[in-house]
């Protein structure tokens, strides 16, 4: 049966959306040409589009939607606040009964003495955030020449003037000036694609090194903190070899330095613990947090902060927050998602069960032709397309023409898989059934075999 909610015919709407919408990382002239994809409906993992098509969501919305659509619940509580007291600040010495609830749990969640909150809009204002805060908190400590933070190459961590700069992609570097002063980058742990003759594990050792040598390099007295994504999310879903975090802790705790994991993507469930920095064993002294907070239900992330920052940064009156820090509605429905994500054992279920059977259906793509590897951690997988899995080798064409095509296919048949260059990414919503992820893998594979064939008649299956 085709239900279509009652909205304007979907040439209508992109004709309209192309008129007055600019969107985020899209080219504008392209989109004009093809016409947006009209979503208008999602229940569970899956999402319906303006004409009455189904797609299961292989990426829960932007890494966010960890409970799943369509949850009553939220909505309700965002109801609920809404009429109760729809919003104020948490500025100049006031608070409201879901700031402090919230703050409350996210201590309770979070490991050892990750007790305190400051809450912003969204993961890129947190990052902002956490720059000024731990440079304030060095300054506080009359350190205010210890101001630099090292970050990665191809890491992803906000696109605002202060994350973009953290993030390591350079293509958004190219525009508007990035990055501000006094942040640098090192190489990222990426074997597939840059680990030449290395084994994974001298690559894993060689690449967390790089730290080590950056902060000799600049001298440990200009060094604030070093940022990472426990698994990098939107620079391919890039798995550290194993060697790589047992050394970047072992310098973390050497040097005099703050270690802040960026939590947006691995936080709340997605790698089987409630932070990726469980699962990876890693010890942050700030967890940026966002995305699977509210599930994607509310515009809402934070930095959950150690007693020790928290008590430096308490001296003084730090100059810092937004409007809508502590929101009451997006708290209210933040709480709710966690109450969801902890009472119906959806985090207990990825590590005692979703996560295997990912790993194993998964797994099997990678016997697929056009497949170099197929790895996973928690909920969250990617595959590398390429000509010759034996020596890990690029396209001869563009880089990400494999995976564009590949992408395409997926939206044909049912299903969104993205596409970071050549590498496919998934990162479904937590509580997606074995039923369904059969159908994802089975789709993907469907998919592969069209992109596979669509390669070869265009002549593009060459190695570089
Ligand atoms: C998405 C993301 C951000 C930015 O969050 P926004 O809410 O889009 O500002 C930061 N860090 C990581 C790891 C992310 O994946």
Not at 23 to 48: C, D, M, N, S, Y
Not at 264 to 281: K, P, Y
Request: proline share 5%; with cysteine.
């Amino acid at each position: 049966m085709n239900m279509i909610a009652n909205h304007p015919p979907t040439a209508e709407l992109q004709a309209l959306d192309a008129a007055h919408h600019l969107h985020p990382f899209t080219h504008g002239g392209e989109l004009k040409q093809k016409g947006a994809r009209v979503i208008t409906r999602a229940k569970g993992v899956t999402l319906t589009d303006s004409d009455g098509n189904d797609y299961l969501d292989g990426m829960a919305g932007l890494w966010c939607v960890n409970i799943g659509y369509g949850r009553d619940e939220l909505a309700e509580a965002a109801s609920r606040q809404m009429r109760e007291l729809p919003y104020y600040n948490t500025f100049f010495q006031t608070t409201h009964v879901p700031a402090i609830a919230l703050a409350n749990k996210l201590a309770e969640l979070a490991p050892r003495d990750l007790n305190h909150v400051f809450f912003a809009g969204s993961g890129s204002e947190a990052n902002d955030t956490n720059i000024r805060m731990v440079r304030t908190y060095w300054a506080e400590k009359g350190k205010p020449e210890k101001n630099v933070i090292i970050s990665r190459k191809n890491a992803y961590h906000g696109s605002s003037m202060g994350s973009g700069s953290l993030g390591g992609m350079s293509f958004m570097h190219e525009q508007g000036g990035l990055p501000i002063p006094d942040i640098c980058h090192i190489d990222q742990p990426h074997w597939w694609k840059e680990g030449g003759d290395m084994s994974p594990e001298e690559f894993g050792l060689e690449r967390a090194r790089q730290l080590e040598q950056k902060i000799e390099e600049l001298g440990e007295d200009r060094v604030a903190a070093f940022i990472a994504e426990p698994v990098q999310g939107a620079g391919g879903v890039v798995i550290a070899p194993s060697t790589y975090w047992p050394e970047i802790q072992r310098i973390c705790d050497k040097y005099e330095i703050l270690l802040i994991a960026d939590e947006v993507i691995c936080g709340f469930g997605r790698t089987g613990s409630w932070f990726g920095s469980e699962t990876l064993n890693i010890r942050p002294h700030i967890m940026t947090i966002a995305k699977g907070l509210s599930s994607g239900y509310a515009p809402i992330g934070g930095s959950i902060v150690c007693d020790e920052v928290a008590e430096v940064i308490n001296n003084c009156e730090f100059a810092h927050g937004y409007t809508y820090s502590g929101h009451p509605m997006a708290c209210a429905v933040a709480l709710e998602n966690l109450r969801i994500l902890e009472e119906e054992g959806i985090v207990d279920r990825v590590a005692s069960h979703s996560a295997a059977y990912l790993a194993d259906k998964w797994k099997g793509l990678a016997d697929h032709p056009l497949v170099g590897e197929a790895t996973t951690i928690g909920m969250m997988g990617s595959i590398v397309l390429t000509p010759d899995a034996s020596s890990r080798a690029a396209f001869a064409g563009d880089e990400g023409d494999a995976g564009l095509i590949t992408r395409e296919h997926c939206f044909q048949n049912g299903l969104i898989m993205r596409h970071v260059g050549d590498r496919m990414i998934i990162s479904p919503p937590l509580i997606i059934t074995d039923a369904e992820m059969d159908t994802l893998v089975e789709r993907a594979w469907k998919a592969l075999d069209l992109a596979h064939k669509q390669l070869k008649d265009e002549g593009k299956l060459k190695a570089a």
